[in-house]
């Protein structure tokens, strides 16, 4: 009934009162009907029974009649039928006829008048088919826009055309229409704004205005989007006729825009022309673009914009969208500068920058920044998100109003690069969300030189967008107009809607991948249309003189001016002779550092804590701190085990990390814990959010109810991302140094879909960008029978990219020493045996005076060892972090009876124990384990090797040789010992891979560790060594016959055979 009474109220035929309304406002009388449209011109009753007083008759009757006609008189029938049918007023109604013998033939020769009028069915069946033929501009109608500047290619890769968009009148003839139906009046639907003011148009205007809302320099994709709200409002910003104007004013400032991006192109080519600058030739429209952006998103409130780009117009978004100083950028370009600070640098076009400033358009102030990035593209989208993520954090800014992100793409790595996937899924998830992001890409239809239609299998580059429901829109960047109000438009959805948008500028690459390159090797049809392209300030300046706008001395002027800002900035240029890479640091923390950017000190305070500090966090970590939540059974045995561990004045792993993150918690300091399954724990060891076993959905988070003014603990299972979701977390570290930013591998042996994260940006940032960072990653890692891809988190990789001389004998008599190696290093790599150590080295990061990135080799097995316990004792204050905890034992109360001193690090401790206390060996053999590997504990490892003077040294690890420590700790051990004695190599041997429990139990055997002798090893693959020299014995664990431990670690008779046989050994 409620589709009758619609159709009913708009096929209601007009009072006189009505028609006389309509008449005086000289436009459509007629609410939106199926019919053509009717406009009555004689202020008169057009039906002699219609009045106020019998609608609701003629209302009743018209229902009755759609249900059934014959359900009413012959005369209704009539009526009805000829409204329908649109006949004019007035002669719709025939009056009835007298009862007569007459009277039939009488109504049998009324019955031609409705058959001469159109058919019901056949308004219906036209109206539907311009409904689908608006619907049809909507959905494709970007696949016919002229985007491409050059006119030489299709920016969908597809010059078909599709079938139901009206190219021709013949195609007229898909929707049921032809020719003759072109001046058809019919009335629009409400899912378009094409009619502005007008609710009916004829046909051939329909298809006009869709033309130009749809197949123009604009393409518009939206109409995926499953939100009616969202398709309605681009609609109407893009269907609305004459919505896309611009004042003179804003056209002269388009145009000033332009010949800043254009002429410091110029500029650049006229002085440097043999350097690569990636320069923006091709797409000058960027740089308004940007700026629209920018100065829109602050009208609407944005008081921070956080940025990431590729290279190429990197130089040219400094200069005139971030406003660095013109001379800074030029001096970049002389080889000839020093470097004033540490570390590498980079190229220029690599570099970030940070500003504050008044916007000149909304008169309000600004802060932008441009993340630094490295060659990688897209790399840095995650960081930008993470680090806009941030700042809305500390501004408390929950809904995205005053801190935004702008990101820029090639077209070619847009399509290409699975990060931008990743950073797209993480754009709506609570934890990650930076509520909505403005994309640009830049699109050369190239990339280096590769053809598009090689590059991608998606029509467009920004396809990938879709699965967000993020509108695209497309835009011929030839046209500054349609680039200003689209970007206008991205704006204020991001505004609206807080979700992401995307912004296609198809433009061309005026030279190739870089200025040194010759496109005409691969692209020869296309440069040869580029080089007959006119630059797009020319185009604009001729069209804007055409129209009176400017006049063409106004624009030689503004040229003459810009040339002269950039001449000027350039002499100033050659007084520097230093090149400051701090003046290029895209996340500052003022306060932190000294004005020179110094540490304020070079002193660690103690890590310890009070016992009742410890006793607090112990006691809520093993509680629920809320009313009426029920915990699951297994979950609750679990706490009561922590609080009998606090009882006991102990603390195991989990409760460890508790009260590290507790303590800095009150002091202030706010954590972030993210990474896969980190709420509760790959081991189910964690449970730092509790789930309420009746209720969906309701959570409790311990953490936050420990002290009443303690900073926010945000934990949060994150997408299944590595590459993503570290490079987030790397951007939300760069915030602010007052943060504990943690990243956890599900396994440890995941980070590698991340290394370019961990290889671009966390080992080398302070060298290339001066930045700090003091993110921390947790690799859980052990070699425990769970297979070759959960077991190793391969610290062999992250200690061969640390910056330290394996064969530099530091001073060892320097103040602060361990401070001072924590500074110069790039990272620190630790692998503790102890919770206690864990607690320190994760409090230390916070405490110390600068930051760098942490790798903690988290251990599986250990999360639950009996033996991996710690007092509080050793926690308290005065206590600090062990970089080496050395033999405290039988062994070292008799150190000159020792025979042999082992090295480890982590887990394989426990089991070296157990096995040389199971064959009474512990005053013979000491060990000694090595926490923190980098930096390298020279002082603490001499003081060790001097205390066992008849020792014979060796390392101990389960990894393979050419795997785990081996290769960072020998050369470093034989320098600190002068090269005086050789190291060798023994390793644990482990049951079959893949074989035993996911979690291994601390009491599961171990075979007895085997040695690696000198040569080539293949133990990797085959547990076996070369044979001996001639006439030696082989060495103890030879081949797959296990060894004896007590041989292993007492026998030296190994290693005089091999020296008086006068072979050089590969581990001297």
Same mark, same amino acid.
């Given at each position: 009934?409620?589709?009758?009474?619609?159709?009913?109220?708009?096929?209601?035929? #007009?009072?006189?009162?009505?028609?006389?309304?309509?008449?005086?406002?000289?436009?459509?009388?007629?609410?939106?009907?199926?019919?053509?449209?009717?406009?009555?011109?004689?202020?008169?009753?057009?039906?002699?029974?219609?009045?106020?007083?019998?609608?609701?008759?003629?209302?009743?009757?018209?229902?009755?009649?759609?249900?059934?006609?014959?359900?009413?008189?012959?005369?209704?029938?009539?009526?009805?039928?000829?409204?329908?049918?649109?006949?004019?007023?007035?002669?719709?109604?025939?009056?009835?006829?007298?009862?007569?013998?007459?009277?039939?033939?009488?109504?049998?020769?009324?019955?031609?008048?409705?058959?001469?009028?159109?058919?019901?069915?056949?308004?219906?069946?036209?109206?539907?088919?311009?409904?689908?033929?608006?619907?049809?501009?909507?959905?494709?109608?970007?696949?016919?826009?002229?985007?491409?500047?050059?006119?030489?290619?299709?920016?969908?890769?597809?010059?078909?055309?599709?079938?139901?968009?009206?190219?021709?009148?013949?195609?007229?003839?898909?929707?049921?229409?032809?020719?003759?139906? #072109?001046?058809?009046?019919?009335?629009?639907?409400?899912?378009?704004?094409?009619?502005?003011?007008?609710?009916?148009?004829?046909?051939?205007?329909?298809?006009?205005?869709?033309?130009?809302?749809?197949?123009?320099?604009?393409?518009?994709?939206?109409?995926?989007?499953?939100? #009616?709200?969202?398709?309605?409002?681009?609609?109407?910003?893009?269907?609305?006729?004459?919505?896309?104007?611009?004042?003179?004013?804003?056209?002269?400032?388009?145009?000033?825009?332009?010949?800043?991006?254009?002429?410091?192109?110029?500029?650049?080519?006229?002085?440097?022309?043999?350097?690569?600058?990636?320069?923006?030739?091709?797409?000058?429209?960027?740089?308004?673009?940007?700026?629209?952006?920018?100065?829109?998103?602050?009208?609407?409130?944005?008081?921070?914009?956080?940025?990431?780009?590729?290279?190429?117009?990197?130089?040219?978004?400094?200069?005139?969208?971030?406003?660095?100083?013109?001379?800074?950028?030029?001096?970049?370009?002389?080889?000839?500068?020093?470097?004033? !600070?540490?570390?590498?640098?980079?190229?220029?076009?690599?570099?970030?920058?940070?500003?504050?400033?008044?916007?000149?358009?909304?008169?309000?102030?600004?802060?932008?920044?441009?993340?630094?990035?490295?060659?990688?593209?897209?790399?840095?989208?995650?960081?930008?998100?993470?680090?806009?993520?941030?700042?809305?954090?500390?501004?408390?800014?929950?809904?995205?109003?005053?801190?935004?992100?702008?990101?820029?793409?090639? !077209?070619?790595?847009?399509?290409?690069?699975?990060? @931008?996937?990743?950073?797209?899924?993480?754009?709506?998830?609570?934890?990650?969300?930076?509520?909505?992001?403005?994309?640009?890409?830049?699109?050369?239809?190239?990339?280096?030189?590769?053809?598009?239609?090689?590059?991608?299998?998606?029509?467009?580059?920004?396809?990938?967008?879709?699965?967000?429901?993020?509108?695209?829109?497309?835009?011929?960047?030839?046209?500054?107009?349609?680039?200003?109000? @689209?970007?206008?438009?991205?704006?204020?959805?991001?505004?609206?809607?807080?979700?992401?948008?995307?912004?296609?500028?198809?433009?061309?690459?005026?030279?190739?991948?870089?200025?040194?390159?010759?496109?005409?090797?691969?692209?020869?049809?296309?440069?040869?249309?580029?080089?007959?392209?006119?630059?797009?300030?020319?185009?604009?300046?001729?069209?804007?003189?055409?129209?009176?706008?400017?006049?063409?001395?106004?624009?030689?002027?503004?040229?003459?001016?810009?040339?002269?800002?950039?001449?000027?900035?350039?002499?100033?240029?050659?007084?520097?002779?230093?090149?400051?890479?701090?003046?290029?640091?895209?996340?500052?923390?003022?306060?932190?550092?000294?004005?020179?950017?110094?540490?304020?000190?070079?002193?660690?305070?103690?890590?310890?804590?009070?016992?009742?500090?410890?006793?607090?966090?112990?006691?809520?970590?093993?509680?629920?701190?809320?009313?009426?939540?029920?915990?699951?059974?297994?979950?609750?045995?679990?706490?009561?085990?922590?609080?009998?561990?606090?009882?006991?004045?102990?603390?195991?792993?989990?409760?460890?990390?508790?009260?590290?993150?507790?303590?800095?918690?009150?002091?202030?300091?706010?954590?972030?814990?993210?990474?896969?399954?980190?709420?509760?724990?790959?081991?189910?060891?964690?449970?730092?959010?509790?789930?309420?076993?009746?209720?969906?959905?309701?959570?409790?988070?311990?953490?936050?109810?420990?002290?009443?003014?303690?900073?926010?603990?945000?934990?949060?299972?994150?997408?299944?991302?590595?590459?993503?979701?570290?490079?987030?977390?790397?951007?939300?570290?760069?915030?602010?140094?007052?943060?504990?930013?943690?990243?956890?591998?599900?396994?440890?042996?995941?980070?590698?879909?991340?290394?370019?994260?961990?290889?671009?940006?966390?080992?080398?940032?302070?060298?290339?960008?001066?930045?700090?960072?003091?993110?921390?990653?947790?690799?859980?890692?052990?070699?425990?029978?769970?297979?070759?891809?959960?077991?190793?988190?391969?610290?062999?990789?992250?200690?061969?990219?640390?910056?330290?001389?394996?064969?530099?004998?530091?001073?060892?008599?320097?103040?602060?020493?361990?401070?001072?190696?924590?500074?110069?290093?790039?990272?620190?790599?630790?692998?503790?045996?102890?919770?206690?150590?864990?607690?320190?080295?994760?409090?230390?990061?916070?405490?110390?005076?600068?930051?760098?990135?942490?790798?903690?080799?988290?251990?599986?097995?250990?999360?639950?060892?009996?033996?991996?316990?710690?007092?509080?004792?050793?926690?308290?204050?005065?206590?600090?972090?062990?970089?080496?905890?050395?033999?405290?034992?039988?062994?070292?109360?008799?150190?000159?009876?020792?025979?042999?001193?082992?090295?480890?690090?982590?887990?394989?401790?426990? !089991?070296?124990?157990?096995?040389?206390?199971?064959?009474?060996?512990?005053?013979?053999?000491?060990?000694?384990?090595?926490?923190?590997?980098?930096?390298?504990?020279?002082?603490?490892?001499?003081?060790?090797?001097?205390?066992?003077?008849?020792?014979?040294?060796?390392?101990?690890?389960?990894?393979?040789?050419?795997?785990?420590?081996?290769?960072?700790?020998?050369?470093?051990?034989?320098?600190?010992?002068?090269?005086?004695?050789?190291?060798?190599?023994?390793?644990?041997?482990?049951?079959?891979?893949?074989?035993?429990?996911?979690?291994?139990?601390?009491?599961?055997?171990?075979?007895?560790?085997? @040695?690696?002798?000198?040569?080539?090893?293949?133990?990797?693959?085959?547990?076996?060594?070369?044979?001996?020299?001639?006439?030696?014995?082989?060495?103890?664990?030879?081949?797959?016959?296990?060894?004896?431990?007590?041989?292993?670690?007492?026998?030296?008779?190994?290693?005089?055979?091999?020296?008086?046989?006068?072979?050089?050994?590969?581990?001297?």
């Amino acid at each position: 009934m409620f589709h009758l009474r619609t159709c009913a109220a708009k096929l209601r035929p #007009l009072t006189a009162s009505q028609t006389v309304k309509t008449f005086s406002q000289n436009r459509p009388a007629a609410a939106r009907t199926l019919g053509q449209i009717r406009c009555f011109t004689t202020p008169v009753a057009a039906e002699p029974f219609l009045s106020g007083t019998s609608s609701n008759y003629v209302e009743e009757m018209y229902y009755a009649w759609l249900e059934n006609p014959k359900s009413v008189h012959k005369s209704w029938d009539i009526f009805f039928r000829n409204t329908n049918a649109g006949a004019p007023p007035g002669t719709a109604y025939q009056s009835p006829l007298p009862l007569s013998p007459g009277s039939l033939s009488a109504m049998a020769r009324a019955q031609p008048l409705v058959a001469a009028q159109p058919n019901v069915d056949k308004l219906v069946e036209d109206h539907l088919a311009v409904q689908s033929l608006i619907r049809a501009y909507q959905i494709r109608g970007h696949h016919v826009a002229q985007l491409d500047p050059l006119g030489i290619l299709d920016a969908d890769l597809d010059s078909s055309v599709p079938a139901d968009i009206i190219s021709s009148t013949d195609k007229l003839g898909f929707y049921g229409l032809d020719e003759s139906d #072109l001046d058809k009046v019919f009335h629009l639907p409400t899912t378009t704004f094409i009619g502005g003011q007008e609710s009916a148009l004829p046909l051939r205007e329909i298809i006009r205005r869709l033309e130009m809302a749809y197949c123009q320099h604009i393409g518009v994709e939206f109409m995926f989007i499953n939100d #009616l709200e969202q398709c309605q409002w681009i609609r109407q910003k893009f269907e609305t006729p004459g919505i896309m104007q611009f004042t003179n004013e804003e056209k002269r400032t388009l145009l000033a825009r332009l010949v800043r991006s254009t002429r410091f192109e110029d500029f650049l080519q006229r002085k440097w022309s043999s350097e690569k600058r990636f320069g923006l030739e091709g797409c000058e429209v960027l740089i308004p673009a940007l700026k629209t952006i920018i100065d829109k998103s602050s009208e609407n409130g944005v008081d921070y914009v956080i940025m990431g780009m590729p290279h190429r117009g990197r130089l040219n978004v400094l200069a005139n969208v971030i406003r660095k100083e013109l001379e800074q950028i030029f001096c970049q370009f002389d080889s000839k500068l020093e470097a004033a !600070d540490e570390g590498s640098g980079d190229v220029k076009y690599h570099l970030g920058m940070y500003h504050r400033r008044i916007n000149r358009v909304t008169d309000r102030n600004i802060t932008l920044s441009l993340v630094a990035n490295p060659s990688h593209l897209e790399a840095a989208d995650p960081v930008v998100m993470g680090k806009t993520k941030a700042e809305q954090f500390y501004c408390g800014d929950t809904e995205g109003k005053k801190v935004m992100s702008i990101l820029l793409h090639g !077209d070619a790595a847009f399509a290409g690069q699975g990060i @931008v996937y990743e950073t797209f899924h993480l754009s709506d998830l609570p934890s990650y969300t930076t509520h909505g992001t403005v994309h640009v890409v830049v699109n050369n239809q190239i990339g280096f030189t590769t053809d598009p239609r090689m590059a991608r299998s998606s029509p467009y580059p920004t396809d990938v967008a879709r699965v967000v429901n993020a509108p695209i829109f497309h835009v011929n960047s030839d046209d500054p107009e349609a680039v200003m109000y @689209v970007c206008k438009v991205a704006a204020e959805w991001r505004s609206t809607f807080h979700k992401d948008v995307v912004v296609d500028l198809v433009c061309y690459r005026r030279n190739g991948h870089n200025e040194m390159d010759e496109p005409m090797f691969t692209q020869p049809l296309m440069y040869k249309q580029i080089r007959k392209q006119k630059p797009v300030l020319q185009k604009y300046a001729e069209l804007l003189v055409s129209q009176g706008v400017v006049n063409q001395p106004e624009y030689e002027e503004e040229i003459s001016k810009y040339d002269k800002i950039c001449e000027e900035a350039f002499t100033r240029s050659k007084d520097e002779k230093i090149l400051h890479i701090k003046h290029w640091l895209d996340s500052p923390w003022p306060g932190f550092f000294t004005l020179d950017g110094q540490p304020r000190s070079m002193t660690c305070p103690s890590t310890g804590l009070t016992e009742d500090i410890l006793t607090h966090i112990g006691n809520v970590a093993s509680s629920v701190p809320v009313e009426n939540f029920t915990i699951h059974g297994g979950l609750s045995r679990i706490l009561k085990t922590r609080g009998e561990l606090v009882k006991n004045r102990t603390v195991d792993w989990a409760l460890a990390e508790y009260m590290a993150f507790g303590s800095l918690l009150k002091e202030g300091i706010h954590i972030r814990l993210s990474g896969q399954d980190v709420e509760r724990g790959t081991f189910s060891h964690r449970h730092h959010v509790l789930h309420d076993q009746n209720v969906d959905k309701k959570t409790c988070i311990p953490m936050n109810h420990l002290w009443p003014n303690q900073a926010p603990y945000t934990v949060c299972n994150s997408s299944l991302s590595e590459y993503g979701v570290l490079g987030f977390e790397l951007g939300f570290a760069m915030a602010s140094p007052n943060a504990l930013v943690l990243w956890e591998a599900q396994f440890g042996d995941f980070h590698n879909t991340a290394q370019c994260i961990i290889d671009q940006f966390i080992c080398p940032g302070q060298a290339k960008w001066v930045r700090q960072n003091g993110i921390v990653l947790l690799l859980p890692h052990g070699m425990e029978g769970m297979g070759p891809e959960h077991s190793s988190a391969r610290p062999e990789r992250f200690l061969q990219m640390c910056n330290d001389d394996p064969d530099v004998l530091p001073n060892l008599e320097e103040a602060n020493f361990d401070i001072n190696q924590l500074y110069d290093c790039n990272w620190v790599v630790v692998n503790c045996s102890t919770p206690g150590n864990f607690f320190h080295v994760l409090r230390r990061q916070i405490l110390l005076p600068f930051r760098k990135p942490l790798i903690i080799f988290t251990p599986k097995s250990l999360l639950r060892h009996p033996e991996a316990r710690t007092s509080f004792d050793e926690m308290l204050s005065g206590t600090h972090f062990q970089r080496v905890i050395p033999e405290d034992g039988l062994a070292a109360q008799n150190p000159e009876n020792v025979k042999r001193l082992l090295f480890c690090t982590g887990k394989v401790y426990y !089991d070296l124990t157990r096995e040389r206390k199971a064959r009474g060996m512990e005053e013979q053999v000491a060990i000694t384990r090595i926490e923190q590997l980098s930096p390298f504990p020279f002082d603490l490892l001499l003081q060790e090797v001097q205390k066992y003077p008849n020792a014979e040294l060796a390392w101990c690890q389960e990894e393979h040789k050419n795997q785990g420590y081996y290769d960072y700790v020998k050369p470093r051990l034989r320098t600190t010992i002068n090269r005086a004695k050789p190291v060798w190599c023994v390793r644990t041997r482990r049951a079959a891979v893949g074989a035993g429990p996911s979690v291994a139990s601390p009491s599961r055997p171990l075979s007895p560790p085997q @040695v690696c002798r000198p040569g080539p090893c293949r133990c990797s693959s085959h547990w076996q060594q070369e044979d001996p020299p001639h006439g030696a014995a082989a060495p103890p664990g030879h081949g797959l016959r296990p060894g004896r431990l007590q041989e292993l670690l007492v026998d030296s008779a190994w290693a005089t055979a091999l020296h008086s046989h006068g072979r050089p050994s590969l581990l001297n």
